[in-house]
């Protein structure tokens, strides 16, 4: 796993110590609390999100046995309701699908399956808008983005860094010429979900609606997954595109500061992106009787001073009785796992926000 100075290779080593350190203390004070290298979970798929932390995972426990394929939310729900095969799956995962990953909760009004199931978050993402800074002045600190310009930049109004908006932002012009290219997710992507959904909220010139996928201008660059959106920016001058902060990271792409719901421009850190969560509703829902479901609301325009304006939980869905996934989420939701999520870009979940988690299962 690639990061961007020794100082967050340090980070991380010390971060999977710790987390390596609390499943063993765990394991050791109950026979019934089993260690992550004790467990399996089988064959899992969806949000890209959070390869990164299934990966992580991998590192500090390396007996805890599951495959993930980063296919995206959509893909990801589907395989696991159907249990079909996702296209071209990167790893090859096999039957039973026995969980997803989605950034997009599932609608209180689907019925996807006849079986009962468990939706559970389990990580706060930030979605970043990454740039390639190629021909541009970037301010110390980064380039800031007010609420206008990257709405405007997103619904295609906005076309070149030169623009007066983009200036303003910035107490300068920051390039004389240089078009902006936008990399979009061309798969179903609850990336995509998260990031139209907060326009639509911050914007009444918003156009596209909000979902997994919608219908962006044909200028726009489509790519798939999270990290074709990285590569597509990484080599087009000009270009912007959004991207989860924990693969953000990994690939070293600056990130651009936004204006948020108080006025206050903002970064993406781990601390940004909590403050978001604790201003999230907890809602129990349900599909059907049997299933147990939770989703957090009030994060589509957070309005804490400090919080990340694009911010989200993201969940994982397994079915009801399906054994390991006690221990993966307490686990989790230890303090090993917090540690291991911040060195990451990830934000833990708030207090509140894991005990109404941990009553569902």
């Not at 949000?47 to 296919?71: E, H, Q």
Request: hydrophobic share 40%; net charge positive.
């Amino acid at each position: 796993m690639a990061f961007c100075s020794n100082r967050k290779l340090t980070y991380l080593a010390t971060s999977v110590s710790v987390f390596a350190l609390t499943i063993g203390l765990v394991a050791g004070q109950s026979a019934t609390q089993k260690s992550l290298a004790e467990t399996s979970l089988g064959n899992g798929a969806g949000a890209s999100t959070v390869n990164a932390l299934f990966t992580g995972l991998k590192t500090v426990a390396p007996g805890f046995s599951f495959t993930y394929a980063p296919v995206g939310s959509g893909a990801g729900l589907t395989a696991l309701f159907t249990q079909t095969q996702p296209a071209g799956t990167t790893p090859k995962i096999t039957f039973p699908v026995n969980f997803a990953a989605s950034d997009d909760p599932v609608a209180a009004t689907e019925k996807r399956t006849n079986r009962s199931y468990i939706q559970v978050p389990v990580i706060g993402v930030g979605v970043t808008l990454v740039y390639n800074a190629t021909g541009l002045t970037v301010p110390a600190g980064g380039i800031k983005l007010s609420r206008a310009s990257y709405s405007g930049i997103f619904n295609g109004t906005i076309t070149n860094w030169n623009d007066k908006s983009i200036s303003a932002d910035n107490g300068r012009q920051i390039a004389l010429n240089v078009p902006i290219k936008v990399v979009h997710r061309s798969d179903s992507s609850g990336t995509t979900f998260v990031l139209t959904t907060h326009l639509k909220a911050i914007s009444s010139a918003w156009k596209l609606g909000a979902g997994t996928t919608v219908a962006w201008p044909s200028s726009f660059i489509g790519a798939t997954g999270g990290g074709g959106v990285a590569t597509a920016v990484a080599n087009t001058k000009g270009a912007i595109g959004y991207l989860d902060n924990a693969t953000r990271l990994t690939k070293s792409l600056p990130a651009a500061v936004l204006a948020n719901k108080a006025g206050n421009y903002i970064a993406p850190s781990t601390a940004s992106i909590t403050e978001a969560l604790n201003g999230g509703t907890v809602v129990k829902y349900s599909t059907n009787t049997a299933s147990k479901l939770i989703r957090i609301d009030n994060l589509s325009d957070p309005a804490r001073p400090n919080a990340y304006p694009i911010s989200t939980a993201s969940y994982l869905v397994f079915y009801s009785g399906a054994t390991g996934f006690n221990t993966f989420l307490n686990s989790t939701f230890g303090p090993g796992g917090d540690a291991l999520a911040k060195s990451l870009g990830y934000a833990p979940l708030p207090a509140s926000i894991k005990t109404a988690a941990k009553g569902l299962f």
